[in-house]
Nanobody
Framework: QVQLVESGGGLVQAGGSLRLSCAASGSTFSINTIGWYRQAPGKQRELVAAISTGVTTSYADSVKGRFTISRDNPKNTVYLQMNSLKPEDTAVYYC???????????WGRGTQVTVSS
């Protein structure tokens, strides 16, 4: 079992910054990749950024150059630094962990990010 807890969301003006945290606990040794997803009202959930145990990162085109994903292994925490935020970044942001055994993935409960224009 893996538990994921997101934090750091909030209300920010366009152009501002936020840092999201995803704290993992439980069987963290089984985690391969942690990703940040987001879901805006009326839209499908989409992958924003991901980081593997080998520290390989990937980003959605819409956030490249603005968002940075990183991990602190001793703290079992993954961060998403979000700069130059835009109103279209408004969404609930979810942490996702891919693991090596069933159920193969876990989700956090999400944290709301609202960017005002």
């Amino acid at each position: 079992q893996v538990q994921l807890v997101e934090s750091g969301g909030g209300l920010v003006q366009a152009g501002g910054s936020l840092r999201l945290s995803c704290a993992a606990s439980g069987s963290t040794f089984s985690i391969n990749t942690i990703g940040w997803y987001r879901q805006a009202p009326g839209k499908q959930r989409e992958l924003v950024a991901a980081i593997s145990t080998g520290v390989t990162t990937s980003y959605a085109d819409s956030v490249k150059g603005r968002f940075t994903i990183s991990r602190d292994n001793p703290k079992n925490t993954v961060y998403l630094q979000m700069n130059s935020l835009k109103p279209e970044d408004t969404a609930v942001y979810y942490c996702n962990a891919l693991v090596r055994a069933k159920p193969y993935e876990y989700w956090g409960r999400g944290t709301q990010v609202t960017v005002s224009s």
